[in-house]
């Protein structure tokens, strides 16, 4: 049974630092895409940042690029999301997702890229 759980939100203020995680399992982890989405009150689901099973090629929404990092840790079967200068217009609820069997790179800001989302941890930025 595939569970992603992510951790590590909170209510923080603008300008500082927070680093996202998520804990997968029942799946080949190191075989697979992950990928980070949020969800602002109101608003579409938006791609943040996905990153190859190898490591090797990291994609950003176009929102984030230059603050957010992803990054993954096989051996403890964890993706997280460092995010910095944090904007009050990133606060949102993000998950993570992970990729398909035939994920397509060029194509990791399509939701229907991942068959699998955690619940979701609410990141709140204040003034």
Request: aromatic share 12%; with cysteine; glycine share 12%.
């Amino acid at each position: 049974q595939v569970q992603l759980v992510e951790s590590g939100g909170g209510l923080v203020q603008t300008g500082t630092s927070l680093r996202l995680s998520c804990a997968a399992s029942g799946f080949a982890f190191r075989a697979y895409p992950m990928g980070w989405f949020r969800q602002a009150a109101g608003k579409d689901r938006e791609f943040v940042a996905s990153i190859t099973y190898s490591d090797i090629t990291a994609t950003y929404g176009g929102s984030v690029e230059g603050r957010f990092n992803i990054s993954r840790d096989n051996a403890k079967n964890t993706v997280y999301l460092q995010i910095n200068s944090l904007k009050v217009e990133d606060t949102a609820v993000y998950f993570c997702a992970k990729g398909r069997a035939r994920f397509v790179s060029e194509d990791a800001g399509n939701a229907r890229q991942y068959d699998y989302w955690g619940q979701g941890t609410q990141v709140t930025v204040s003034s």
